[in-house]
């Protein structure tokens, strides 16, 4: 197998090229054709979903800045106890989701059902009276939302592979940071043009809207999403496309699904891929989570509610630039080079953090250049992808397991090194930038190691 690198170096307009070419020449019709169609459905609905995804996950951020602090006289840790009620759920109903996922029966209709589900009460929020209901409400949503990330990684890493698969995860992963940023102007506009409209105040207003826009979304997914390739075929693929699919598969060493019982968990506990992949993902969980909250520093900073909702959404823009450049990049040029100069970013940034007595300018910089992470998880999900391409249970079962271990960190971590309020709280965080710095590092540390292992054994006689 390897990883898909051309041997040849590539002049810019080479790059360039290669950089769009979705669909070789080289390629016969009928793969371009089937690409196409795939690209069309699989790509079109897994990018609104996950768009509205982190729209509705975000949202309760910007509202929390907006008003919801100050109208349900919130001044302790409470944002911290929402996003552990959320998470709690998202932890506990990953593996379990990620598993029905890999049902080919289930492929099709899973995703579609539960955003149906988590859009109603996404709009449910905007009733809320006190903040047990929130709390009630986002543990609702993580459950739902649970297997939408991995599940995602899941579908495309079963019809895709090679150079395919790492640009079409990046261009979908670009929809994370798209549906943060747009979280902030719809927030921003919200504030501005809807507050006391029908008696409700900006922030409940977010989520109406929210709500208007997953539905609709979902139910598009009943129609157009195809699962995997062994799922009830969807109407725009004939037998000859699945029989292709099937196919490519097989050329590509990707194992079709098989039967699910205790020796998935036995054989994937003998390898070295979970271990290495969820270490990863840990370290990913911790270091990326103060880096979101741009908004509390504008808030202390004293800038208003509009500038605290659109101002984070610069590192929203750099992300999606990073999440598909970086990623395409990584098919390109060997992956562990564009890891090495995100990681370094990010801990050049931690470490201003870490001394945070500096000029403005450098700390809205040092604020921004955490937007370059934007492609660490979507190559490092591809690269699981592609190193575990042999086994499409195990590949399951480590994709659940890196968001439930990893976001189970998010449960308690927060509460220890990113307290809200107090003197070590948002956004100075004496303990958690340090920390962060660390974790950083030891996420490339345990990135290199997963390509450095898997090549030494992928050209051992042994392996």
């Known amino acids: 197998m390897g990883e898909p690198k051309p041997g040849k170096r590539l002049s810019p307009l080479g790059l360039f090229k290669e950089v769009f070419n979705w669909y070789p020449s080289e390629l016969p019709a009928a793969e371009r054709k089937l690409l196409f169609k795939l690209d069309t459905s699989i790509l079109t609905f897994a990018c609104l979903c996950f768009f509205i995804k982190f729209l509705d996950q975000t949202n309760i951020s910007n509202a929390y800045v907006s008003g919801l602090k100050e109208d349900f006289s919130l001044y302790g840790d409470e944002l911290n106890y929402i996003n552990v009620c959320y998470f709690t759920a998202y932890v506990i109903f990953q593996v379990p989701g990620m598993l029905l996922m890999s049902r080919p029966k289930l492929a099709r209709w899973l995703l579609p059902t539960l955003e149906v589900l988590w859009g ?80 409700m105040p900006g922030w409940k207003w977010l989520f109406i809207i929210d709500g208007v826009i997953t539905v609709p979304c979902a139910l598009l997914g009943f129609w157009i999403f195809p699962g995997v390739p062994d799922s009830p075929k969807v109407f725009f693929l004939t037998d000859a496309d699945v029989t292709l699919a099937k196919q490519r598969l097989e050329r590509s060493g990707i194992r079709r699904p098989g039967k699910l019982d205790f020796d998935v968990f036995k054989r994937t506990l003998s390898r070295w891929h979970i271990y290495v992949f969820v270490f990863c993902y840990i370290c990913m969980i911790i270091s990326s989570y103060p880096a979101g909250y741009m908004n509390l520093w504008l808030k202390s900073e004293g800038y208003s509610v509009q500038q605290i909702n659109t101002l984070p959404t610069v590192t929203s823009a750099i992300n999606i630039v990073a999440s598909w450049l970086g990623t395409t990049l990584a098919a390109i040029y060997p992956s562990w080079v564009i890891y090495s100069i995100v990681e370094g970013a990010c801990i050049f940034s931690s470490l201003i953090m870490i001394i945070w007595n500096v000029p403005k300018p450098l700390k809205f910089i040092a604020w921004y250049l955490f937007g370059l992470a934007g492609c660490a998880s979507p190559i490092l999900y591809s690269t699981v992808n592609t190193i575990v391409k042999g086994d499409s249970e195990e590949r399951a079962l480590i994709l659940g397991s890196m968001m439930t271990i990893g976001y189970s960190f998010n449960v308690w971590v927060p509460l220890l090194l990113f307290p809200t309020a107090g003197p070590d709280g948002a956004p100075r965080w004496r303990k958690g930038w340090p920390v962060t710095l660390v974790f950083f590092f030891l996420l490339w540390a345990g990135f290199i190691t997963a390509i450095v292992v898997h090549k030494k054994r992928y050209v051992s006689p042994a392996a």
């Open 120 to 199: 109603i009460v996404t709009f449910a929020q905007c009733r809320v009276t006190n903040i047990q209901q929130i709390y009630a409400c986002r543990f609702i949503i993580g459950m739902l939302e649970a297997p939408v990330f991995a599940g995602t990684h899941f579908i495309l890493g079963s019809w895709y592979s090679g150079p395919e698969l790492f640009k079409r995860a990046g261009t979908w992963f670009v929809c994370n940071p798209l549906g943060t940023m747009v979280s902030g102007y719809l927030q921003s506009a919200a504030y501005t043009n809807l507050s006391g409209v029908y008696g």
